[in-house]
């Protein structure tokens, strides 16, 4: 069963797609938290950070995040990378994704 992401990854939900390479699709968020708000979604269903295999080099999440933040004229201004995981962290999507926000100023501690 593939979830959410996955179908807007495979164009069957559509989506705002900013960017995409060999391991992410990029999408601006349906909620816009930030004047800036996307999500940074591996093609590979993981269901969240907890789930991300020990091994392996992951770091094409945080490329990316670097890179569309770039293109998006977030690296001078500061921008902020999310990860919700599980309850706690208020995690409603089950496949592992990072929010890029950006475009204004942002307050500590978060909510
Ligand atoms: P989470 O709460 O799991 O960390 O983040 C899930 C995010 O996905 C939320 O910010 C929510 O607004 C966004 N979202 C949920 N459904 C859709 C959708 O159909 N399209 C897009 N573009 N974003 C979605």
């Keep these: 069963m593939s979830t959410l992401f996955t179908k807007i990854i495979n164009r069957d939900i559509p989506a705002d797609i900013v960017y995409e390479d060999a391991h992410v699709v990029a999408f601006k968020d349906i909620e816009p938290q930030a004047p800036v708000h996307i999500l940074i979604v591996p093609r590979e269903e993981t269901e969240g ?18 890179k569309i933040a ?35 100023q942002m307050s500590w501690p978060p909510g």
């Design 70 to 104: 770039f293109e998006f004229g977030l690296d001078k201004s500061g921008y902020r990378l999310v990860f919700n995981q599980g309850e706690h962290g208020q995690q409603t999507v089950p496949h592992l994704h990072a929010h890029l926000l950006g475009g204004r």
């Design 49 to 66: 950070l907890a789930s991300l295999p020990d091994e392996g080099d992951h770091t094409y999440i945080l490329n990316a995040a670097k």
